[in-house]
């Protein structure tokens, strides 16, 4: 339950990576700096506003565009590290994007010589569309419940990540379905108590489809 409009059924996410980067400089006291002080926070300043701004930039992409997301920079004279998510619901186009940055960083050391840099990914979740395809029934339920309820289904990708992605990585098939917020992460985000109840009735309801379907064998189970 982690979508908005009421009659959501989202079965399809981004892959997401987290990359940290570390730019690291020279300090030197600034009275004698001359020729010896690489800032390496002007390092990092520089990397981050090499980032596309017209592109694969959050605030100027929809749909399944990916993006790439700087979400925190600290530190300071000899280290500075600047953290970003990166997006795409196609899980081969992460690495490409990553490879930008790792080149956007590299041209920002070789502004500033005597810096360099170090950055790792971290694997954060994957499209769980990738596993929920093999799973029909799974979605088809789903949709079952929110018509009894009186709803049609809508399907939309999400552009955020949610509990379902990992659940169904670990061998949990699991959808996202509607829960009534709007606005999300933003100082006017607010919840809908109707679409909270028609939500309450469609999980009810998917419990009674699921409780109706044959029960499967013990060597379904296990191949399941």
Not at 35 to 58: C, D, E, Q, W, Y
Not at 77 to 104: G, N, Q, Y
């Amino acid at each position: 339950l982690d979508a908005g409009k009421a009659g959501e059924v989202q079965e399809e996410t981004f892959s997401a990576d987290l990359v940290h980067i570390r730019f690291f400089g020279i300090s030197s006291h600034p009275g004698t700096a001359k020729g010896k002080m690489v800032n390496a926070i002007k390092v990092a300043a520089a990397f981050v506003a090499s980032l596309p701004r017209t592109t694969l930039a959050p605030e100027v992409t929809g749909g399944r565009e990916g993006f790439v997301h700087p979400t925190a920079m600290s530190g300071g004279l000899e280290e500075t590290s600047v953290s970003l998510i990166v997006r795409d619901f196609e899980t081969p186009e992460l690495a490409i994007k990553e490879a930008l940055l790792r080149h956007l960083a590299e041209t920002a050391i070789a502004q500033f010589p005597g810096s360099h840099y170090e950055l790792t990914v971290i694997e954060q979740y994957r499209n769980m569309r990738d596993i929920l395809v093999h799973h029909p029934q799974v979605v088809a339920l789903a949709d079952e419940a929110v018509r009894r309820v009186g709803l049609q289904p809508l399907h939309m990708p999400i552009r955020g990540g949610t509990d379902g992605s990992r659940l169904t990585e670990r061998g949990l098939p699991t959808p996202n379905l509607f829960a009534g917020w709007q606005q999300a992460h933003s100082r006017q985000e607010w919840v809908c108590v109707q679409d909270l109840a028609l939500a309450a009735a469609t999980i009810v309801t998917l419990v009674q489809l699921w409780a109706e379907q044959p029960q499967l064998s013990s060597s379904q189970r296990k191949e399941g």
